[in-house]
């Protein structure tokens, strides 16, 4: 069943142009993407040689550009949309120019999606040499911050699918078994770590083989409708050493201080400044080595990015991550990841928590 309605839509198309006439922005190009498929409700991939695009204007119009060949998929979507068509011969950088130049005048102002790829931007931006380009975030990244009850059922579920994969961990651990063949049951997405591996945080699956005591770190993610959750998991294979316990002790107090601490009006950063105050007066500080959480939705990694220094106030609406780390060198490394709703109020914890590691 789709959640994603076309009411819903239509209002994210009403928040962008509002957006965009806040900061003077005349039109946005999207690129197949993130923010090409939340707006347009379409899916395309992103190529290096031919191009596709959509064209937002400030009076809220759709322009989808395309091969002619995408044609009657480029006019599918939910929205009343303009379809304008080229053909492998046709230079399709200056038909994109012309579009721009007939909606919003030679000189627009044009917000290019920041994932753009750059020879895709330089060859725009040579077929409109008035125009001004102008950072398109607060139509794009900011409105998408904010997610709707239909978004939120997504993640709640995608979490919920992942909480579930997370709980048959130990029917699945076997002395011998190397982390890919542990990874396979997690997806190419997901990052699976045994002993030494574990204390270099973005280190992917490989070949170490598991071993009697070592730790796991299991971090990763399910996709419902395109919006995706990330939990990471901390376990023990075997019985864990002292010092194993005291850092998973010190993290998993750290997750549960940056979880408290999200709240309405609160700067980004107090995610990361909860978390590391615990960390630091455990005497761990210079092992957490990474910014505390980021939002979550349709990428991985979105707004609100919660970070020391980032004083954007969290709303109601953002779903984010609290991702508390300590990666000692050499030795071993701890993580527990969780996936928060900013609520009116406080918070929601939508990925239930647990010590779910094997004592």
């Given amino acids: 069943m789709t959640r994603i309605l076309p009411a819903e839509y239509r209002e994210r198309l009403e928040r962008c142009t509002e957006a965009m006439s806040r900061d003077s922005i005349d039109c946005l190009l999207l690129l197949p993407g993130a923010s090409f498929s939340y707006f347009t409700g379409l899916k395309f991939m992103r190529e290096r040689y031919r191009l596709l695009a959509a064209l937002i204007t400030r009076e809220g119009k759709l322009i989808i550009m395309g091969p002619s060949f995408e044609e009657a998929k480029m006019g599918s979507g ?23 130049e007939k909606e919003c005048g030679a000189k627009a102002r044009v917000g290019l999606e920041l994932t753009s790829n750059y020879y895709h931007y330089l060859a725009i931006r040579e077929e409109l040499p008035e125009a001004v380009f102008v950072d398109p975030t607060p139509a794009t990244s900011r409105v998408r911050a904010i997610k709707s009850e239909a978004e939120i059922e997504c993640l709640r579920e995608a979490a919920a699918r992942t909480r579930a994969r997370m709980e048959k961990v130990p029917s699945q651990l076997a002395e011998g078994m190397t982390e890919l063949e542990l990874a396979k049951f997690y997806g190419p997405g997901a990052m699976v770590q045994f002993g030494l591996t574990t204390s270099m945080p973005n280190e992917i699956a490989g070949t170490r083989r598991l071993q009697k005591s070592d730790i796991i770190v299991i971090d ?130 939508i990925s239930q928590r647990g010590l779910l590691y094997l004592g």
């Fill in 78 to 100: 939910p929205l009343e949309t303009e379809v304008h068509t080229w053909t492998d011969e046709d230079n399709q950088y200056r038909r994109v120019a012309q579009a721009v």
């Fill in 220 to 349: 990763a993610g399910d996709r419902v409708e395109g919006y995706r959750s990330d939990l990471t998991r901390t376990f023990f294979f075997g019985k864990p050493s002292e010092k194993m316990r005291e850092v998973y002790r010190v993290v998993n107090e750290a997750e549960l201080a940056a979880i408290e601490a999200a709240k309405p009006g609160e700067p980004a950063e107090v995610i990361d400044l909860a978390a590391r105050e615990v960390i630091e007066k455990a005497g761990f500080g210079e092992f957490f080595t990474h910014r505390g959480g980021h939002g979550l939705g349709l990428d991985f990694h979105e707004l609100p990015i919660c970070v020391k220094g980032n004083r954007e106030p969290l709303e109601p609406g953002m779903v984010l991550t609290a991702e508390p780390g300590v990666y000692l060198p050499g030795e071993f490394g701890v993580r527990i990841e969780d996936d928060i709703l900013i609520t009116g109020t406080g918070h929601e914890l």
